[in-house]
């Protein structure tokens, strides 16, 4: 979820809310090429969730005889003046001498400690079929296990290491240094020992309700290929769904290095962020930049490389080119290997080829549906001024596909011009 930079010059990725600006534009019937890009594909690009749920059991850590055989140790050392002979400088002693293998000094032991835990990742998807099919990133509908280890133990241990420091440290007065030594111990030993049970995944699409809360609709895994550097793709599938937007797929063919490219997607950085509510979260941003080389990744896998920003959460958005036609899919952004920071202005883009591939494999056809045949036609007579060419129309985009975010704003900004 790599990939989870604002608004890129030019483009208005929230056509719909920002009426006021894109009615001036259609009165002057001049608009920009993001501002038209924006307003055609927003529709069809997703904010989508993968989230696991699990318990984390933690059993307890009882000292040993190898433990005991270092508290005799510490105590002969104060006994010769070696270390100190108060009881914390010998506790310190003996928990220096256990930092490096904890394991041969503690034993796990019942009863086992249960806490709930929860990882949420966001990135972006867009529909491929009217009836549901869609695309995103191999790395967005499933977490490495590594990293799903680190995260539940990131939320599930603190408290638990805290009590078990505790009860270490309840015979001595713990300095500073003693709780850090009890901390390493004790937080090592149980990393090493937690066991995750219970696991759940969901994949699915956040919405917003009336009341803007969060809204979840499951989706169902179609296919997935290998995680970047492989062939980072994954085919989603909505049961139930009709007439949905959707977004076109152009050849490898339609752009050339120097073209520029528009990434949609929901970065990290506003998804995350307690600045803005959550309903106008919802809205794709759109950056542009240009497409500056070709490169092969280590598994012989082309990708595309730009100067378009992209950050964690815009993974599995569309690419496109100045036509609206997907060229690709965002999928990660370049690391500083000295800092390991996010280095700036280097996305990496999965080429459209490749994404057809899938596609074909997993029986599906892309198709554009009628809604964004209809939507797409009122766009035309909206940003030409022709609004009362354009009104019909969006109210017919309006009953196919009542829950499309975007075109009840064109319409009580077309209601306005025809006033």
């Not at 009882?62 to 270390?83: D, E, T, Y």
Request: charged share 20%.
């Amino acid at each position: 979820m790599q990939t989870t930079r604002l608004l890129a010059a030019g483009a208005l990725a929230m056509a719909a809310l920002a009426v006021s600006a894109t009615g001036a534009l259609a009165d002057s019937h001049e608009v920009a090429t993001g501002t038209r890009l924006a307003a055609r594909t927003d529709p069809a690009v997703q904010l989508i969730g993968l989230s696991y749920t699990g318990k984390v059991v933690v059993p307890q850590a009882r000292p040993n005889k190898a433990f005991l055989g270092l508290v005799a140790q510490a105590k002969r050392h104060a006994r010769l003046g070696h270390i100190p002979a108060d009881a914390q400088s010998q506790l310190k002693w003996v928990l220096r001498a256990a930092s490096a293998k904890p394991d041969r000094y503690l034993t796990a032991s019942g009863p086992n400690r249960t806490v709930p835990a929860d990882m949420l990742g966001l990135c972006t998807g867009w529909w491929l079929t009217p009836d549901g099919y869609m695309v995103t990133g191999a790395h967005c509908v499933s977490a490495v296990p590594q990293s799903l280890r680190s995260n539940f133990a990131t939320k599930a241990l603190p408290k638990i290491n805290q009590a078990d420091m505790a009860s270490l440290l309840k015979s001595v007065q713990p300095d500073t240094e003693l709780v850090n030594l009890a901390g390493g111990v004790i937080g090592k030993f149980n990393a090493d020992h937690m066991r995750i049970t219970g696991l759940t995944k969901t994949i699915a699409i956040v919405t917003a309700t009336s009341k803007d809360k969060p809204h979840v609709t499951p989706l169902t895994l179609v296919a997935k290929g290998a995680q970047y550097p492989g062939e980072d793709f994954a085919l989603l599938k909505l049961r139930g769904a009709r007439n949905v937007p959707t977004v076109p797929l152009g050849q490898d063919r339609d752009v050339r290095i120097g073209d520029t490219l528009y990434i949609s997607g929901f970065p990290g950085l506003i998804t995350n962020s307690p600045v803005f509510d959550f309903r106008s979260k919802l809205y794709p941003s759109l950056t542009e930049g240009a497409y500056n080389a070709q490169r092969k990744t280590v598994l012989g896998v082309p990708y595309l490389q730009s100067q378009a920003p992209s950050y964690h959460g815009n993974s599995g958005g569309p690419v496109f080119d100045k036509d609206g036609m997907v060229i690709g899919m965002l999928i990660a952004g370049s690391v500083d290997e000295q800092t390991l920071a996010e280095a700036e202005n280097h996305s990496f883009i999965l080429p459209v080829s490749i994404i057809r591939k899938r596609v074909a494999a997993a029986g599906v056809k892309p198709a554009e549906s009628i809604t964004t045949q209809v939507y797409d036609s009122a766009l035309d007579d909206y940003f030409a001024g022709r609004y009362r060419a354009a009104l019909p129309k969006l109210r017919r985009v309006q009953a196919l596909y009542p829950a499309h975010p975007y075109v009840g704003g064109f319409i009580a900004d077309t209601l306005k011009h025809l006033k």
